[in-house]
């Protein structure tokens, strides 16, 4: 079977057989967009339309891939991406709807429910080096002293008042406890070096006195730690998977407002927006119809439902 190809300038070659225009095809005079026709019909088609030419075609289209550089894949790519993206431009059945409040209430409780496990483990290990750090650690708890049995009226009950802060040339003991007027919180300043102390736990029979330093750093540490908990847990799960697990229970996600995909950077500043303004957001999203947070329209996203709405 012979054929008729057309060059670019609109020439006419020909008739060829099928062996001479696979040499062509490899040989690259011929591509997939170059015109071709049956000698015998009158219709022209693309050189791609013809099966027994799809092989050296293929490879051709593969050797020119491999010859392009970097830019030029990149600008490829972007081209076939708006391709695509005119190509599946249909008429939506659905529109985006806005979470409401009460799901995005939900599901940050949910995810503060969850976040409340880590805050504990950090509570505890808070505990632990506060009982460790105790000056105290180790005395033994002097034994109670028998109550005198002599019956008094409320009225004549001695009030010990509490001292919210204390100096003294020593440092705190066991013994200085609520007997005294020291309770949690007291502050106790040794004078003689400048250690501070703070009581942390105090009975009648006990207290419990830690270095200031100590205490603060513990609390500073544990705080920064949970905040980096929470950081991580947002950021990760929604530039990667666009929804927390609370919002994934609530049925709801994050996207930016052409609804493309929110990523690690995005979703990180969204965290520290909603760390820094979520208390405020509540109003707005209840008064304005676009359903948006401070935080939303600070780092350019919105809360949208997986269910959409039908258009009207």
């Not at 300038?9 to 225009?21: A, F, I, T, V």
């Not at 939900?106 to 509570?123: G, H, K, N």
């Amino acid at each position: 079977m012979n054929f008729i190809v057309k060059d670019s300038e609109g020439k006419e070659h020909g008739p060829l057989n099928e062996d001479s225009l696979i040499k062509w095809a490899e040989a690259g005079d011929i591509f997939a967009e170059t015109p071709m026709r049956n000698a015998l019909m009158a219709q022209w088609k693309t050189a791609a339309d013809f099966s027994f030419l799809k092989e050296p075609l293929d490879r051709q289209a593969e050797e020119k891939e491999k010859a392009k550089g970097f830019f030029e894949k990149r600008a490829d790519s972007k081209t076939r991406k708006k391709e695509g993206d005119k190509s599946t431009a249909f008429e939506y059945k659905y529109l985006p709807d806005s979470a409401t409040l009460f799901l995005r209430l939900a599901s940050t409780f949910f995810d503060f429910a969850l976040l409340s496990v880590p805050a504990l483990i950090l509570y505890c290990s808070a505990l632990s080096i506060f009982y460790f750090s105790d000056i105290n650690s180790g005395v033994p708890v002097p034994e109670a002293k028998e109550p005198v049995n002599v019956e008094t009226s409320e009225k004549e009950k001695i009030e010990i008042p509490q001292l919210a802060s204390f100096e003294s040339e020593a440092n705190p003991l066991i013994e200085d406890n609520a007997m005294k007027g020291f309770v949690a919180g007291s502050r106790w300043k040794n004078t003689g070096t400048g250690d501070a102390f703070i009581c942390v736990s105090s009975s009648d029979s006990s207290a419990r006195w830690l270095p200031l330093n100590t205490y603060n750093n513990t609390i500073i540490a544990c705080l920064s730690a949970f905040l980096a908990v929470a950081l991580l847990y947002y950021g990760l799960l929604l530039g990667l998977f666009a929804q927390t697990f609370g919002m994934w229970f609530w049925g709801i996600f994050i996207v930016k407002p052409d609804l493309s995909e929110v990523f690690l950077l995005r979703a990180y500043y969204f965290t520290i927006m909603m760390f820094l303004l979520g208390v405020f957001s509540p109003i707005l999203v209840y008064a304005a119809s676009s359903r948006r947070a401070f935080h939303d329209l600070a780092s350019g996203v919105m809360i949208i439902k997986i269910a959409g709405k039908p258009k009207a």
